[in-house]
Nanobody
Framework: QVQVVESGGALVQPGGSLRLSCEVS????????MAWYRQAPGKQRELVAS???????NYADPVKGRFTISRDNAKNTAYLQMNSLNTEDTAVYYC???????????WGQGTQVTVSS
């Protein structure tokens, strides 16, 4: 059974940084794409960033230049380095792991990021 576990969420002041981790276990196949989504209170879940097994990366406009996604294929782990955080980044951050392009992906339980002074 595939499990996705996020970690690294915390309370941080505006302008601060955090690094989130997403570990995928139990898959006998390579993970085609790993992505980070977030959901703020009262809002829909939105894509933050994604990275393919070939290291093709995409970012949502609000985080470009501030967030960096990376992955370690050997460890089936993805990371999200978040810099220059602001209050609008406050949300639960979820990791999604797809086995192939059209796969709906496996979801983790999420990790809370709160940006507040």
């Amino acid at each position: 059974q595939v499990q996705v576990v996020e970690s690294g969420g915390a309370l941080v002041q505006p302008g601060g940084s955090l690094r989130l981790s997403c570990e995928v276990s139990g898959s006998t196949f390579s993970i085609y794409m790993m992505a980070w989504y977030r959901q703020a209170p009262g809002k829909q879940r939105e894509l933050v960033a994604s990275v393919t097994i070939g290291d093709i990366r995409n970012y949502a406009d609000p985080v470009k230049g501030r967030f960096t996604i990376s992955r370690d294929n050997a460890k089936n782990t993805a990371y999200l380095q978040m810099n220059s955080l602001n209050t609008e980044d406050t949300a639960v951050y979820y990791c999604n792991a797809r086995l192939y392009y059209t796969h709906p992906g496996y979801w983790g339980q999420g990790t809370q990021v709160t940006v507040s002074s």
